[in-house]
Each structure stands twice: as structure tokens, then as C-alpha cells.
């Protein structure tokens, strides 16, 4: 059965570095793209960008290139999504999703992980 | 901005058929994914290129696309359907990241 499962909800303080993670099982980590979701609170979906653990690969979408650091370690089937210096704005819900090819949708999901940012 | 718009809100009477649309440039060129979100869950693909459905999806969810315009169609809508829809297509400039589409709020009465 192929899942993600993504790390536990933070509370973080504005300024303060993050980094999330989402581990993927049943199925080949190297040969599929892991995605990054955005949700602020109320709002609608939006890709922030792709990383193919099999070579690192990475694009980023260009509304978050150089705000967020996408990263993957296959030794333990783990792509990561961080952040060096945290802004209210980061709050949202995070997701990641697997993709077949950098051109596929999302086929599968992770339960999610919400960021507070919050002084 | 989203290049991709959607209808906010539809509602439909449990059992019938309720279509969703979706528009933008890019679908003139590129066939648009479909995803199901429900209060407090993670985004479901329930439809995507020219016809493809994933597993476990009911066969009452078909997609279709004319010029600039992807739609997906519930066809005998059930309780269980009431939930945001998002499309997702790749933008003008065929970014592969794509962008999702503004969502549309299905209510089944």
C-alpha cells in the first residue's frame, strides 16, 4: 500500500527555521517526483514545488524559489521542506503528494502538516 | 492569481448531475486533473487527462474538455460528494508545476 506520512504539526515563532518532513512507503521512493502543497487557512491549493529523490532534481515554482528549501534523503525514503527564517505568512497547511513524472498529477497524498506561526 | 477559474459554489439535489467547470488559456492545450478535498482532509485525485480515473474513484466522476474549459461531471451526486473541487492544469507557459484552478464548493441537497 503506498502512503506518505508527514511529521507532526509546528508552532513556530517568526524569524525561526523549520524543516518538515514526508515519508514515503510501499512503493519505489527514487522512481517518483514528491510534490509540496501549499493551503493558507481558508484558501485554495497551490504547488510549491517538485523534487525527484532519485537524482535531487529540483524545481521550485517561482512564487516560492528562494523562500523554501526542498530536499530529499533516500536512504530512508524521506523528501523534507524547509524554511531558514519563518514569517506569519508561512501559517498554512502543508502537503505533500507523489507524482509519476514531473507532467502527473498527484496520485497520492500526505495527511498534512500545519505550520503556526505565531508570536 | 490563479489562471485557472472556477465557479465558487454549486449545489445539486442528491441524485442528479452537477458539472464543474473550469477556465483558463492553457487547457486549449493541456488536459487539467481533478481533486476532491473534504472539510479537513488532504486533496483525493478523483479524475485527469483525457480520461482517466484513478482506482478506487466511482465511476460517477467523468472529465471532459472543449477549447478552453475542462469540466468534471458528477453523475448521480451522493451525500458523499459534497466537497471543494480543484482543478489543476499546467499554466500558459507549460509549467509543469501547474496551477490549480480558484475551487468550486459542491453542496449536495
Known amino acids: 500500500e503506498v502512503q506518505l506520512v508527514q511529521s507532526g504539526a509546528e508552532v513556530k515563532k517568526p524569524g525561526e527555521s523549520l524543516k518538515i518532513s514526508c515519508k514515503g512507503s510501499g512503493y519505489s521512493f527514487t522512481s517518483y517526483w514528491i510534490g509540496w502543497v501549499r493551503q493558507m487557512p481558508g484558501k485554495g491549493l497551490e504547488w510549491m514545488g517538485i523534487i525527484y529523490p532519485g537524482d535531487s532534481d529540483t524545481r521550485y515554482s517561482p512564487s516560492f524559489q528562494g523562500h523554501v528549501t526542498i530536499s530529499a534523503d533516500k536512504s530512508i525514503s524521506t523528501a523534507y521542506l524547509q524554511w531558514s527564517s519563518l514569517k506569519a505568512s508561512d501559517t498554512a497547511m502543508y502537503y505533500c503528494?507523489?507524482?509519476?513524472?514531473?507532467?502527473?498529477?498527484?496520485?497520492?497524498w500526505g495527511q498534512g502538516t500545519l505550520v503556526t506561526v505565531s508570536s | 492569481s490563479s489562471e485557472l477559474t472556477q465557479d465558487p459554489a454549486v449545489s445539486v439535489a442528491l441524485g442528479q448531475t452537477v458539472r464543474i467547470t473550469c477556465q483558463g488559456d492553457s487547457l486549449r492545450s493541456y488536459y487539467a486533473s481533478w481533486y476532491q478535498q473534504k472539510p479537513g482532509q488532504a486533496p483525493v485525485l478523483v479524475f485527469y487527462?483525457?480520461?482517466n480515473r484513478p482506482s478506487g474513484i466511482p465511476d460517477r466522476f467523468s472529465g471532459s474538455s472543449s477549447g478552453n474549459t475542462a469540466s468534471l461531471t458528477i453523475t448521480g451526486a451522493q451525500a458523499e460528494d459534497e466537497a471543494d473541487y480543484y482543478c489543476n492544469s499546467r499554466d500558459t507557459s507549460g509549467n509543469h508545476l501547474g496551477v490549480f484552478g480558484t475551487g468550486t464548493t459542491v453542496t449536495v441537497l
Open positions: 503528494a507523489r507524482r509519476e513524472s514531473k507532467w502527473s498529477p498527484g496520485d497520492y
Open positions: 487527462g483525457k480520461n
